[in-house]
């Protein structure tokens, strides 16, 4: 936490109740748990965050600063500081009924309607009309299991951060269509390959209504751990731009199970006419896909 910082007030100086809040954010710690960990009364931490503590001392913002794995840094320019800023509090605007925020280390949103509450689910009664509710809608809820917390913000880092890209190599055939999706450090997450076809070449005929150019899907693959979290449509997407680019807008797929869930939300038909479905296996030994 430096002077050069975005959490400052109107008079250009840090605004030192929200970087505490935007580091205890980061450290997924309650007032309660800062408090405990840096020695600080929690009503003095409070005061801090709150805007009350007008002249706070530089020994007490030391120890919270610490103890949310920060860093207090006085006189330090912006360029060269090499700081990394704690992200802000996303939820910091909200007030629950009493006019009070919500605890800033964890994931609060708006809610609008049962399905934003975890505790509609639980008791089922999202499916109600709005006058068969049994107890009135909260303003906002959140996620208080600090490993959900944790997963669900892993799952938004890396749907910020995974990148997809068309791999292009003199390895590969000028028909092949092949991209990847990949972290910033360039772990292969994901991975989509598909070819180009001649209609006309594969039936020995051509029709008025039958494409020039088609491009078939063999198939997609996201890493089990980064599956759901749309990296698979995210493949599809780029290849259905690309083909549109190249002037095709046919393409052919075989799927089955969640893979036909995915082209369907990716704008896919179901075709009337089947393939053969075959497989090579032990006799009378069922394989399981």
């Known amino acids: 936490m430096t002077e050069a910082s975005d959490h400052t007030d109107e008079a250009g100086g840090a605004d030192l109740g929200q970087a505490l809040r935007a580091l205890r954010r980061r450290a997924d710690l309650s007032q309660r748990q800062l408090a405990e960990k840096s020695g600080v009364p929690q009503s003095t931490l409070a005061r801090i965050e709150s805007g009350r503590a007008l002249d706070p001392r530089f020994r007490t913002v030391e120890r919270l600063v610490q103890a949310a794995g920060g860093m207090l840094a006085l006189g330090v320019p912006e360029t060269i500081s090499g700081l990394t800023e704690p992200a802000p509090v996303p939820h910091d605007d909200m007030r629950d009924e009493a006019g009070r925020r919500y605890p800033a280390h964890l994931d609060v949103w708006p809610v609008h309607e049962p399905r934003d509450w975890p505790g ?38 890396v749907r910020r951060t995974a990148q997809v890209r068309r791999v292009i190599s003199s390895d590969l055939p000028a028909t092949c269509w092949r991209y990847v999706a990949e972290l910033p450090d360039g772990t292969l997450v994901g991975e989509l390959r598909a070819h180009e076809r001649s209609p006309f070449l594969e039936y020995g005929e051509w029709h008025p209504d039958m494409p020039e150019r088609e491009v078939v899907l063999d198939g997609v693959l996201v890493d089990a751990r980064y599956r759901r979290l749309g990296l698979g449509r995210r493949l599809v997407t780029a290849l259905l731009t690309a083909m549109r680019e190249a002037g095709i807008d046919d393409a052919a797929a075989i799927a089955e199970g969640s893979g036909t869930d995915l082209l369907l939300a990716c704008g896919f038909e179901i075709e009337a006419r089947r393939p053969t479905a075959l497989r090579l296996g032990h006799p009378g030994k069922r394989c399981f896909s």
């Open 120 to 157: 509609a689910w639980w008791a089922e009664w999202y499916r109600l009309p709005p006058e068969r509710y049994p107890l009135p809608l909260p303003p906002a809820a959140y996620e208080l299991n600090r490993r959900y917390r944790d997963n669900r913000r892993w799952a938004a880092e």
